[in-house]
């Protein structure tokens, strides 16, 4: 075998060496954006919401470069925004769900920070049936089945629908307290969030003049049409920092004005 790598050209190391590079994971000095959008599917953000972003991005070329891009004012680098997503806005989506399956939500967090960690990981008990389909209290057993250091791969391993299966079977208060998250990270972004239904987690998203410029929801695939657009449009940072109670009223208010318009 020594004879065998001694004939290898040095051009065709050459090659491998960039074929290496081309697979290695996203660095601080070559993240584009490209890569931000990547980690917001990473981390399970729904497609609308990721969509409007983008939309967003492509439709104000001077407020980015090939460095960077300035989302709500403020100017960061690729690799500045990919971590902002990877930290705060995995903490914003998923500290009910950890709560709920006993999991460290910092932990969890710093997972989203390992993609191929996250890819190649099986886990070393095997569930009885599809998570998916587990209650949330079989759900909480099994992952308390699992050996501790695995806990928090293991929650972010899962799917999109097994997360989603997470979130719909929370109570009420954990669901605000998500959607509350949502609301809080599209305003870092420069996207003004409604909600149009807690329990399904159901969003739209406006751009700074109030227009629907998509619709965004866990489980739900991207569609900009046959929404509710009369919730009102959360712009200011006071109304995007809504208490548990706050949200509620606003879906039940919401609800009320749809009877009254269709009775």
Do not use: C
Request: aromatic share 6%; net charge negative.
């Amino acid at each position: 075998m020594r004879k065998i790598y001694r004939i290898i050209p040095a051009a065709l190391l050459g090659l491998l060496a960039s074929a290496a590079l081309l697979t290695a994971p996203v660095s601080a000095e070559n993240a584009t954006a490209d890569d931000v959008f990547a980690t917001m599917h990473e981390i399970g953000l729904p497609d609308g919401y990721i969509q409007a972003v983008h939309t967003k991005f492509l439709s104000q070329p001077d407020q980015h470069d090939e460095n960077g891009m300035t989302m709500n004012g403020t100017y960061r680098s690729y690799d500045e925004w990919i971590n902002v997503i990877r930290e705060e806005g995995a903490l914003k989506i998923y500290e009910a769900s950890a709560n709920a399956m006993g999991v460290d939500v910092e932990t969890l967090t710093l997972m989203f920070g390992e993609p191929e960690k996250i890819e190649n990981y099986v886990p070393s008990v095997t569930p009885e049936k599809p998570f998916a389909e587990m209650t949330l209290e079989e759900k909480r057993a099994y992952v308390d089945s699992l050996p501790e250091e695995e806990r928090a791969l293991f929650l972010a391993s899962l799917t999109p629908e097994e997360r989603n299966s997470i979130l719909k079977q929370l109570d009420p208060e954990q669901k605000e307290q998500v959607a509350g998250g949502l609301i809080e990270l599209g305003e870092e972004l420069g996207m003004h969030i409604s909600v149009d239904d807690v329990d399904e987690f159901r969003f739209s998203v406006r751009d700074d003049s109030g227009r629907l410029i998509g619709s965004a929801g866990f489980g739900l695939s991207v569609d900009a049409t046959g929404w509710n657009t009369t919730v009102p449009v959360l712009a200011g940072s006071g109304m995007i920092l809504l208490s548990v109670g706050g949200l509620l009223l606003l879906t039940r208010r919401t609800g009320k004005q749809e009877d009254k318009q269709h009775g």
